[in-house]
Structures are given as C-alpha cells and as structure tokens.
C-alpha cells in the first residue's frame, strides 16, 4: 500500500498534475476517459513500433489498427450524451454546442486509422503524422489540456 501510494504520488508529480489521479464520478465522463484511453494506448502500440521502440508485429498492428477504427466510430454514440459536469472531464461545452464540427474530426480520426499501412514499422511511422494530426485537431479544439 505505502508502496503503492508513492508511485501514485511520484507519477503525479511527473505528470505535473493532481487532476488526472482524480476519480471521474459521471458514468458519460468515464465512458469518454475509457473509449479516449483505448485510442491512446493503440495509438501508443503503433507509434512505438513505428519508433523501433517495441518490434514490429504484424498481427498486434493490424489489432491496434482495428481497434481504432473500430473506437473512433463510437465517439459519436460515447460522446452524445454531456452527462452532469464532471469537474475531472476534461472535455469542453464547445463539444455540445458545436457536434458536427465534432463528428467531422471523429471521422477524421477514423479515416486517418482506417488509410494507416500497417504492413512494415516504415509505413506505419509514414501514417503516425495523419493519425496524431487527427488527435491533435479535436483535443485541440475540444480537450482541456491540463499541465
Ligand atoms: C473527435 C475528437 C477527438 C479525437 C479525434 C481524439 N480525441 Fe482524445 N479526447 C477527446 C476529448 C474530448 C477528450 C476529453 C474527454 C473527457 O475528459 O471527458 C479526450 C481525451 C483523451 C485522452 C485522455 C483520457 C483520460 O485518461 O482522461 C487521451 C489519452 C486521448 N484523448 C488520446 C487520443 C489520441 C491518441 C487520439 C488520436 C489517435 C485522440 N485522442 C483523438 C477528443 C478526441
């Protein structure tokens, strides 16, 4: 346990905020941070291949590729609902008050997954740019970035 919090203390550090370690209490927020989280981590797998970080594994990159396909195409049935104001949420009113301009980039997300060659570490580092442009977009516009 004293272990434990440490860690949680000392990754709270690093990341430079106390928000993030908070717990999320309204079930549309959660719902958002795991659909973002999944993204985030295939995301991840692809970009570290990508690096030379992890080898390149044809079969984990055609899943991770799948799968962010797949979850960019429930960010619009995931998101739909606001819920009640989470003050953990990092998402923005913007985001209600401007939905299809928020579904184009959903769709964005998913076209750039979708055109993504995942048939070497090469190409796949050759459609990182497209895919991280695609995120980059609609947190930019859409997410509370905390520092
Ligand atoms: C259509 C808009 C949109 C796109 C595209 C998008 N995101 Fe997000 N993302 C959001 C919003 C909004 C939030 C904040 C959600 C909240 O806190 O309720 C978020 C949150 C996150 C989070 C934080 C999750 C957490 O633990 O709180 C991660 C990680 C993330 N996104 C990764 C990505 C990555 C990686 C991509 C691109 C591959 C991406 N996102 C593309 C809108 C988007």
Same mark, same amino acid.
């Given at each position: 346990m004293k272990l434990a919090k440490a860690f949680a203390i000392a990754t709270i550090l690093a990341a430079g905020t106390a928000q993030a370690e908070a717990e999320r209490t309204d079930p549309n927020a959660i719902a958002r941070e795991e659909l973002m989280e999944l993204v985030g981590k295939n995301t991840g797998i692809l970009g570290d291949m990508a690096k030379g970080k992890t080898a390149f594994d044809a079969a984990q990159a055609e899943t991770a590729k799948a799968a962010l396909v797949e979850a960019a195409g429930k960010i619009e049935a995931t998101f739909a609902e606001p819920g009640a104001? @989470?003050?953990? $949420?990092?998402?923005?009113?913007e985001i209600w008050t401007n939905w299809e301009d928020f579904l184009v980039k959903a769709k964005t997300l998913g076209e750039a997954a979708g055109a993504? @060659?995942?048939? $070497?570490a090469e190409s796949i580092g050759a459609g990182m740019g497209k895919l991280g442009g695609a995120c980059k977009d609609c947190h930019t516009t859409y997410r509370v970035m905390k520092e």
């Open positions: 104001t @989470d003050p953990v $949420s990092e998402a923005k009113p993504m @060659d995942v048939a $070497s």
